[in-house]
Antibody, heavy 114, light 112 residues
């Protein structure tokens, strides 16, 4: 069974940092384009970041310069390092397979608040 | 970025009756390879999104045949032939023709 499991969310103060993890099973992250999508409370879906199978990375303008996507092939895991967090980054963060958005994790909640 | 606009934003439906959701893109979704990469996602309450339809009209694995997609160019429609209780949730259209992927605002399907 193909599965993505996100961890690392929590409550963090503005200006703080968090690292989200997305552990994959049943698919190889290095062979797939993997992405992060977020959903603010009561709001729609917003694409955040992408890592190509070849390693190229891409970001939404709203997070560029603050967030970094990476992966560890030995752990079959994708990461999202989030720095300089703002209240507007509060959301559920989902990991997904980018090619078709056919595989999604359950999400991890990030709350940025003092 | 391509802007995706859905109508209506809320759709109260009687069980067993049909439902329809429209999605319009700010530019054509026909890719240079000839395909049109328009998908529909369903998000049930408290759940992550789930792929229903891809490339306008192709049902993803396990999706009931009461769901169907149609359209071309910039105008697309998701239809549910007979709404069931498990269909309650928010439906999003998404374009995968141009980077970055963009989503519609979502349409909330609820039972009358």
């Amino acid at each position: 069974e193909v599965q993505l499991v996100e961890t690392g969310g929590g409550l963090i103060q503005p200006g703080g940092s968090l690292r989200l993890s997305c552990a994959a099973s049943g698919l190889t992250v290095s062979s797939n384009h993997m992405t992060w999508v977020r959903q603010a409370p009561g709001k729609g879906l917003e694409w955040v970041s992408l890592i190509h199978s070849g390693g190229n990375t891409f970001y939404a303008d709203s997070v560029k310069g603050r967030f970094t996507i990476s992966r560890d092939d030995s752990k079959n895991t994708v990461y999202l390092q989030m720095n300089s967090l703002r209240a507007e980054d509060t959301a559920v963060y989902y990991c997904a397979r980018y090619s078709a958005f056919d595989v999604w994790g359950q999400g991890t909640m990030v709350t940025v608040s003092s | 970025d391509i802007v995706m606009t859905q109508t209506p934003l809320s759709s109260p439906v009687t069980l067993g009756q049909p439902a329809s959701i429209s999605c319009r893109s700010s530019q054509s979704l026909v890719h240079s390879d000839g395909n049109t990469y328009l998908s529909w996602l369903q998000q049930r309450p408290g759940q992550p999104p789930r792929l229903l339809i891809y490339k306008i009209s192709n049902r993803f694995s396990g999706v009931p045949d009461r769901f169907s997609g149609s359209g071309a160019g910039t105008d697309f429609t998701l239809k549910i032939s007979r709404v069931e209780a498990e269909d309650v949730g928010i439906y999003y259209c998404m374009q995968a023709t141009q980077f970055p992927r963009t989503f519609g605002q979502g349409t909330k399907l609820e039972i009358k």
